[in-house]
Nanobody
């Protein structure tokens, strides 16, 4: 069983900053890509940023230059630093990890953390 536990969501003012963290635990050998997705009310879940085990990153156009994804492979954690947030960043944020198991690679999701950008 693998668990992803997110933390760091909350209410932030426009222009402010927030840091999300996600820790993976359980029975797996390693983790390939990790990422952050978000889902706003009435919209589909979308990729925010992803990072490979080697540190290569990919960002949605809407967050490039404002958000930074990072990971600690030794601790099986992934973080998302959110700067210059705006109301359009309001959503439930989910972390995601591709865990390498005995006979397969399986993708797991966290439970989600609410981020609300409002004055």
């Amino acid at each position: 069983q693998v668990q992803l536990v997110e933390s760091g969501g909350g209410l932030v003012q426009p222009g402010g900053s927030l840091r999300l963290s996600c820790a993976a635990s359980g029975r797996f050998f390693s983790i390939n890509a990790m990422g952050w997705y978000r889902q706003a009310p009435g919209k589909q879940r979308e990729l925010v940023a992803s990072i490979s085990s080697g540190g290569s990153t990919n960002y949605a156009d809407s967050v490039k230059g404002r958000f930074t994804i990072s990971r600690d492979n030794a601790k099986n954690t992934v973080n998302l630093r959110m700067n210059s947030v705006n109301p359009e960043d309001t959503a439930v944020y989910y972390c995601n990890a591709q865990c390498v198991m005995v006979a397969r690679t399986q993708t797991y999701w966290g439970q989600g953390t609410q981020v609300t950008v409002s004055s």
